[in-house]
């Protein structure tokens, strides 16, 4: 889980896109469909852990997770509960501030949970890290772009760099479509393929998929772009709150 961009459109509607950087081997379903605490959810599914990545749901909530909260941190194996599935219990709440502030993360490696919320004060978006210690929580503007990338893959320089990359790109393209934007999610930006938005580091260290999740007046949709076997899935859901 490497890189994530929020790009809003006005009006409540956004998209939410999310490289996976993952090992070329590790089985991943496409997009699936599953009822959690009464409500569909949908997500493509990690088949070692169970869980996911991004997830949307019909009561209007999108996460989207990355590996790492601040800085790059020393695993402390095992974990009792995997990143992923922390990400699909968002939706057992009715709120994300009751999430926030009574999931048990003390079996949790750290990670940057990036959160879309439709309340009635209109679109809300979190930034929830867990550093292994400590939650923290951070409300951010809606009507501003944000971009972020994964403390274990990338340092800070680097991520500064693919902010820089990202800022650029939002001058040259005023209007912003869904096909530019998963333009700029695969296209290279320098020449090293290790610091890339597509990287590759050897070993079968690669993105191997770009998910992006489009939030349009009452409905959602996310596309799967599969890197590793050229495959592209969609799926709409009307019953968007």
């Known amino acids: 889980m490497c890189t994530v961009s929020f790009i809003p459109l006005g009006n409540n509607e956004f998209y939410l896109t999310s490289n996976r950087d993952e090992w070329n081997l590790r089985p991943t379903l496409a997009p699936v469909t599953e009822i959690i605490a009464g409500q569909e959810v949908t997500f493509p599914k990690d088949e070692t852990a169970g869980g996911t990545w991004i ?86 503007d809606t009507s ?10 990338y340092e800070p320089e680097l991520r500064d760099q693919k902010e820089a990359f990202f800022n650029q790109w939002l001058k040259d393209n005023p209007v912003v479509t869904d096909k530019a934007i998963l333009n700029f999610h695969s296209s290279k930006h320098g020449q090293d393929m ?25 409905e959602f949709s996310m596309e799967y772009h599969d890197l590793v076997n050229n495959k592209t899935t969609s799926i709409n859901n009307k019953k968007y709150a």
Not at 144 to 152: G, Y
Not at 196 to 218: A, P
Request: hydrophobic share 40%.
């Open 194 to 218: 290790s610091k890339n938005m597509l990287i590759e580091r050897g070993f079968g260290l690669q993105t191997v998929s770009i998910t992006q999740v489009k939030k349009s007046e009452n």
């Open 144 to 153: 501003q772009p944000s971009l972020w990338s994964s403390a274990t893959l």
């Open 55 to 140: 997830a949307a749901g019909e009561n209007g909530r999108v996460c989207c997770l990355l590996n790492g909260a601040f800085e790059r941190h020393e695993r402390k194996l095992p974990y009792g509960l995997s990143r992923g599935k922390v990400i699909l219990m968002a939706f057992e709440y009715e709120n994300v501030a009751d999430f926030f502030d009574k999931i048990d993360l003390s079996e949790v490696e750290p990670f940057t949970l990036v959160v879309v919320d439709k309340s009635k004060y209109g679109l809300q978006l979190f930034e929830f890290r867990w550093d292994a210690t400590k939650k923290h929580l951070k409300q951010l």
